[in-house]
């Protein structure tokens, strides 16, 4: 699976928009894109997860760029229960691999 | 609620101690996993079960003995822990299919874990 490179801690205001780059330079044609994040002690929690195309969901956004060597996760209206540990992770995925994850982006919203 | 469950959320176990972990999954899924959490570390793999099957062993400590019965539940028998192994323990499931562009996907969910402490 390709590396990921995330920044390893951001802030953000609460009721703003929180933007967790991710970049994945040696991704290749046929790995997915996903997000988890990590509240204190608790699993992960999926998130979102795509291709190509960018995708929304109830959660987040996913903007994928188009060589596909970076991502965005756009979470739109952070609240402070969105202060988490979030991952980012490329892989082929389907045939019962694990999950390789990262140190991740801690996200801090501030109050 | 994920639809994976894990018992106890909670253990302590002296290291002469044996004890299970269990996980259920209500998901319908094919493979299940067993993760390990140490404080301030990744998550790390630890077995994989694919249809039953036991698909990868990373290198795990025979003290750590996994089993599968069916597709729904995972155990985790430990037995003669170091203090080392105090960890999250995580179980998570997923469904193995095919994808878009040749390629494969699938999402895997996890359970809340077992925070095990061993004395």
């Known amino acids: 699976d390709a590396k990921t490179t995330q920044p390893t801690s951001m802030d953000c205001a609460e009721g703003r928009a929180a933007n967790l780059p991710c970049n994945h330079s040696?991704?290749?044609?046929?790995?997915?894109v996903y997000w988890y994040r990590q509240i204190h002690s608790q699993g992960p929690q999926y998130i979102i997860h795509?291709?190509?195309n960018n995708e929304t969901n109830e959660m987040a956004s996913l903007i994928i760029t188009e060589d596909r060597k970076s991502s965005t996760l756009i979470l739109p209206h952070a609240t402070l229960r969105d202060t988490a540990v979030y991952y980012c992770?490329?892989?082929?995925?389907?045939?019962?691999?694990?999950?390789?994850f990262g140190k991740g982006t801690h996200l801090i919203i501030q109050p | 609620e994920t639809g994976v469950t894990q018992t106890p959320r909670h253990l302590v176990m002296g290291m002469t101690n044996k004890k299970s972990l269990k996980c259920e999954q209500h998901?319908?899924?094919?493979?299940m996993y067993w993760y390990k959490q140490s404080a301030k570390k990744p998550l790390e793999l630890m077995f994989v079960?694919?249809?039953?099957?036991?698909?990868e062993n990373n290198s795990v400590p025979s003290r750590f003995s996994p089993e599968c019965p069916n597709s729904s539940h995972l155990f985790l028998h430990l037995h003669t822990l170091q203090p080392e192994d105090s960890a999250l323990y995580l179980c998570?499931?997923?469904?193995?299919?095919?994808?878009?562009?040749?390629?494969?996907?699938?999402?895997?969910?996890f359970g809340p874990g077992t925070r095990l402490t061993v004395l």
């Open positions: 998570a499931s997923s469904q193995v299919k095919m994808g878009l562009a040749g390629g494969l996907a699938d999402t895997q969910y």
């Open positions: 079960y694919n249809f039953k099957e036991q698909t």
């Open positions: 795509g291709l190509k």
């Open positions: 992770i490329v892989r082929v995925g389907g045939g019962a691999d694990g999950l390789t």
């Open positions: 998901l319908g899924h094919n493979a």
């Open positions: 040696t991704i290749s044609g046929n790995e997915y």
